[in-house]
């Protein structure tokens, strides 16, 4: 008796049992009760009395079923099908990560001695995490039949916070690293060899690349594929900034500023971005961004919008916010505020010269001769400072206070009234070298000058020209204003004025 049921045939004969197995070539054992081996009548045919047995399937490159209860009763097919090994491999960044592998049912997989897993197909989830870097949580990913090795890359972003801070009061214009950015070092190039920058491998820096951006928004190619022609691109050479996060404070009698490339608590995300590579060229019909190539300049902040918009959605005039994350990018990688004097004096003593003066120097920092005649680059961007002025939207100026907008529809020179939003401090009422930098907790990337007194080298060594009027805003200095130039400095005007050094730099921003 089987399991409350009466069994036999009749005179103790036997019954055939028959295995179909998946794959056909699997090897079959059945083991009687005391464990004796019993062998099959024919490949994969046994003759068994009444009764339990147990059996094993195995095949190469299967998952082996064993020790499987095989009830006799009479005569049957034992269909079994075994899992086909499906192998996985994970590329580990940084490469001491501690990775967990969980299959549906939350039951965590061993990897073998060389770092692989055997899995079967299905549904599967990996976390991952190291010291210093952000963790990845309960990832899916499938396996498939067809799928006999697989690999998957986890790369774990740095979760260094890289900060610089600097003493409100004090005269100099060097900044203190701080957080991971103690003990880096940032150099800038005097010519095409490359210097010691720290920064280069340290992300959202590393990450900044330069490229050719279709009309709508595609990249065509970067910097050091085939088909990328910085002097006859099918788009416009732009400079891709990543996704970064960011912090900038005031306390304490100190200014702080952090840049993280990944999410932080209480800092605010900078979504990726392309800034023209070089200050506008082309005309106002047709504006262009190419090496090579004149400066698009005596155009108004209105018409150079316009033509700049003209190009297709998402597509702009260089804003202040952009400006600001540059400042900021700028300052923690150099921790000076003296950019003349880290990067290069950029064309501050001269005459206007075409793009394309620091090709060489690719998406680096520096300059090729720093004579004052010559351009200057800061991470791809060329001639941030000097050369010309450029038109920078999003903010307007009334009786010394500044309006600021962050919504890219809403745009337009001379308002200051919503949803453009007057800053907490009044702009510096006097011209000058800029002393003390303003803060407003609510608009805090926004840096203006509240004070000026300072010189070309102390404090922030840039100019700084004050307005009573509703004016525009221009930044960096033109190929005349020696010292003054510089990321801060600022200078503003009517909107429908033009000028033979004054133009600008396209924006695109992904939405």
Known sequence: MIGGWNVGNGGGGSFVITFNTTPMNATITVR??????????????YKLKAGIYNYDVTADGYFSKTNQSLYVLEDATETVVLDKKLYVTFVLTPTNATLEVKDGSGIVQNPQEDHTYELKAGMYSYSCSAEGYKSVENVSFEMKDSEEE????????????????????ISSTAWERINNGAGKTANAQTSASPVQNDFDNIAPWKDIK??????????????GDPTFSATNPKGYIMVEVPDFWWKREQTGGYEYIYISAVEQDGYTKSNKFYIGKYTATGSKSAVTCKSGAANLVSISITDLRTAAKNIGTNWGLMDILRWSLIQMLYLVEYADYNCQKTIGYGVSNGSIINTGGCDS?????????NDQKHAVVYRGIENLWGNIWQWVDGININSYYA???????QYASDKVASPYKKLAYKDATSSGYIKTMGYDADNSAIQRATATGGSDSTYCPDYFLSASSTYAVYVGGSCSDGGSCGLWYADCSGSSATGSSLGGRLLFVPV
């Open 150 to 169: 697989k690999t998957i890359n986890v790369q774990l972003l740095d979760a260094s916070i890289y900060g610089v801070r600097r003493q409100l009061s």
């Open 32 to 45: 009687d009760e005391k464990g004796a081996i019993i062998q099959p009548s024919t490949e994969k045919t």
């Open 403 to 409: 309006w600021v907008c962050y919504d890219r529809s």
């Open 210 to 223: 330069i490229c050719d951006v279709l009309k709508d928004g595609t990249v065509s190619s970067y910097e």
């Open 361 to 369: 120097i690719k998406n680096k920092s520096g300059c090729l001769s």
